[in-house]
Each structure stands twice: as structure tokens, then as C-alpha cells.
């Protein structure tokens, strides 16, 4: 299973874009990233998920570049709302289990 | 819209007993997981059921943790005896087809109190 770094916390304005990079430099060739979002006193729940390129969905855009060793979670116009711990995974579809790490704690500020 | 079932939401027991969880996965998902937070970290997985079967419990402490899906359907994880490091959110979730990159539906979890 390939390691993920993120960065611990970030902080942003409602109405603000916001991007959360990930680092997974040993990513294999079958693996593809996905995003959770958990907000307090709740589990997680998925957001995104992609292999390369640029995913988008109602809620995020994920964006891998060619060589796949990082990846862009962008969030449009936060809300405060939006605070919480995002993380990202990276898994084989052979792989029965994920891995979690610490996550990204963003604060959204009015 | 379907959702992972758990009970109780919030347990207060004391040193060396025991205490039981139970989760309800959501219709259809044979794939059930148990995972354990600290506060402050990530989720950290416990054990996976396929149907009634364990998958993977290499990090389940069997010494003082259970868990059993007898039906395939819904699950129950005890502790026995608890300790004051159990004291965290446990997790369930489930996923129609296992593996890795398949979407996991979690509950609302578990607030386990040791003192």
C-alpha cells in the first residue's frame, strides 16, 4: 500500500477555493487515489476518487498529474460547512483494506 | 437513503469490563468493517468480514477484542476486558464489493469511554 503525506491543518475564508495536496510518490501502476471527508462525531465519507487526469464530481475536483505522484483535492467557494479532516487513500482494487492516515484538518473562517 | 446502523452512539464503562457494539451494514453489502479512532488520528482497521467470514484481523488484540458476524448480516465487536486505552470512536462500515478502491458507507460510530 502506498504512503500518503498531507499536510496536517490549513485554514481558509468562506467563498474561497481551496486545495489540499497529496503526496504518494511510491504509487503503483493499478492504484488509484480516493478522498474521504469526516466531520466531528461522524466516519467518513467519500468524496472522490480518480486514476489520472482530472475527476470531477458535485462536490470536489481531483486533479493527477502524469506522473501520479501527487494529487489535488480543490474544493470551489468553501462554506463553513465544509470544515472538517480530509483524507486521502491509495488503493488496489486487489487490496481488500485502506489505510488511513491523520488526515488534513481544514478550518473554514467566516 | 441507506445508512450503516450502529449502537449504542455513546458507552461509558469502567476498567476490566466488558462492552459490546453492534452495527447493522447497510442491505446487500457483504463486506462489513470495524475500525477503531483515536482522537486526532485516523481510522485504523480492526477487522473485515466477508459475509460471516473474517478477512483480515491482524490488528484486532485478540486477547481482549471479539468479533462476529453469525448471519452474514449485521456484526457485534466485544471487548472484555475493557482498558483505559480502548477509549476512542469505533467505526463500522460496509462495502458491496470488497477492496480497496470500492466506496465504504461508515456509520455514525461509537464514543467509548474507559475509566
Known amino acids: 500500500l502506498a504512503k500518503t503525506t498531507q499536510p496536517i491543518s490549513m485554514d481558509s475564508y468562506e467563498g474561497q477555493e481551496v486545495n489540499i495536496t497529496c503526496s504518494h510518490n511510491?504509487?503503483?501502476?493499478?492504484?488509484?487515489i480516493t478522498w474521504y471527508q469526516q466531520f466531528p462525531s461522524q466516519g467518513p465519507r467519500f468524496i472522490i476518487q480518480?486514476?489520472?487526469t482530472k475527476v470531477t464530481n458535485e462536490v470536489a475536483s481531483l486533479f493527477i498529474p502524469a506522473d501520479r505522484k501527487s494529487s489535488t483535492l480543490s474544493l470551489p467557494r468553501v462554506s463553513l460547512s465544509d470544515t472538517a479532516v480530509y483524507y486521502c487513500?491509495?488503493?488496489?482494487?486487489?487490496?481488500?483494506?485502506?489505510?488511513f492516515g491523520k488526515g488534513t484538518r481544514l478550518h473554514i473562517l467566516p | 437513503e441507506a445508512e450503516v446502523a450502529q449502537s449504542p452512539r455513546y458507552k461509558i464503562t469502567e476498567k476490566s469490563q466488558a462492552v459490546a457494539f453492534w452495527c447493522d451494514p447497510i442491505?446487500?453489502?457483504?463486506?462489513l468493517y470495524w475500525y477503531r479512532q483515536i482522537l486526532g488520528q485516523g481510522p485504523e482497521l480492526l477487522v473485515q468480514?466477508?459475509?460471516?467470514?473474517?478477512?483480515?484481523d491482524s490488528q484486532l488484540p485478540k486477547d481482549r477484542f471479539s468479533a462476529e458476524r453469525l448471519k452474514g448480516v449485521d456484526s457485534t465487536l466485544k471487548i472484555q476486558p475493557a482498558e483505559l486505552g480502548d477509549s476512542a470512536m469505533y467505526l463500522c462500515?460496509?462495502?458491496?464489493?470488497?477492496?480497496?478502491?470500492?466506496?465504504?458507507?461508515f456509520g455514525p460510530g461509537t464514543r467509548l469511554t474507559v475509566t
Open positions: 462500515a460496509s462495502s458491496l464489493i470488497p477492496g480497496g478502491i470500492y466506496e465504504q458507507y
Open positions: 480518480g486514476y489520472k
Open positions: 487513500l491509495v488503493a488496489m482494487n486487489r487490496d481488500d483494506k485502506i489505510i
Open positions: 442491505s446487500g453489502h457483504a463486506t
Open positions: 468480514f466477508q459475509d460471516e467470514s473474517v478477512v483480515d
Open positions: 511510491n504509487i503503483a501502476t493499478n492504484d488509484y
